[in-house]
């Protein structure tokens, strides 16, 4: 549902973010320029879809509960970024000294 505000967000994106961010190429900026013609095909299949199965309060409230899981994720990449490039601080900076990766998680 996120998606709804899609190509407002983006088009603010393009907008802004080459002055605050100049160190990115401008080719890095392609995916939200493709997101803005196909961002309204993919609000209307997700809202069908939603409608079609998430018809009752239990099965609304997992949805926002889903929703709610992709933002804490986005947040969290955020946050990761922010500390790599705007604080020099890689994640995990505090845990050792030595380059961290996850290891045997089940995706």
């Keep these: 549902m996120t998606e709804l505000f899609a190509p407002q967000i983006h088009q603010s994106r393009l907008d802004s973010w080459p002055q605050h961010y100049p160190w990115i190429d401008p080719t890095g900026y392609e995916y939200f320029r493709t997101r ?3 961002a309204r095909r993919d609000v209307e299949h997700g809202l069908a879809i939603t409608l079609q199965h998430y018809t009752t309060r239990e099965g ?6 889903i929703l709610q899981f992709k ?3 986005l ?3 955020l946050d ?3 500390m790599a490039y705007e604080l020099k601080r890689p994640p995990y900076h ?10 045997g ?3």
């Design 36 to 38: 803005l013609g196909q």
């Design 60 to 65: 609304q409230e997992r949805m926002l509960e």
């Design 71 to 73: 933002l804490d994720i």
């Design 75 to 77: 947040w969290s990449m």
């Design 80 to 82: 990761a970024m922010s």
């Design 94 to 103: 505090s845990v050792t000294e030595q380059r961290v990766w996850h290891k």
């Design 105 to 107: 998680i089940a995706l």
